[in-house]
């Protein structure tokens, strides 16, 4: 499976380390607005296809799932320049900034018939679940 990421911030780094660590997957790009983070995350992870430029990553194409690490502003337009390619999204945490743009980025890719992941939430977590229950009671 070929991958494309965005956001080349802290966030990514993990996520580039674990999808080098999936057997069968590879990152073939990357994007980020910031040409300095960019560069050096794309020679830290031998990734040589680097765009400014969401659109025209996606516009290039040549991965079937992008990873969308970003801040929750740029959110529902990635998500939504990924379903309009038919591309598979992860997307990081907050998902979106209020219930419209959450509806309106799951309704876009479920159109597709295509797979809309939000990035690790904490609520299985033994410390949040403890809480969880505390409150419960």
Not at 2 to 5: G, H
Not at 119 to 130: D, G, K, L, P, T
């Given at each position: 499976m070929?991958?494309?990421?965005i956001g080349c911030g802290f966030f990514a780094q993990n996520q580039l380390r674990a999808w080098r660590a999936i057997e069968g997957v590879k990152v073939v790009a990357l994007c980020d607005t910031d040409p300095i983070k960019l560069n050096a995350t794309g020679e830290e992870f031998s990734i040589k296809r680097q765009y400014t430029n969401a659109a025209e990553m996606f516009q290039d194409g040549g991965f079937e799932t992008v990873d969308i690490a970003t801040t929750v502003s740029s959110h529902r337009v990635l998500v939504e320049m990924a379903?309009?390619?038919?591309?598979?999204?992860?997307?990081?945490?907050?998902?979106?900034?209020?219930?419209?743009?959450a509806r309106a980025m799951v309704?876009?890719?479920?159109?597709?018939?295509?797979?809309?992941m939000v990035?690790?939430?904490?609520?299985?977590?033994?410390?949040?679940?403890?809480v969880i229950e505390e409150v419960r009671n």
């Open positions: 070929n991958v494309a990421l379903a309009s390619k038919k591309i598979h999204v992860i997307c990081q945490k907050p998902f979106a900034e209020n219930i419209a743009d309704s876009a890719v479920e159109a597709t018939g295509k797979t809309l990035h690790e939430n904490f609520r299985w977590q033994s410390a949040v679940r403890i």
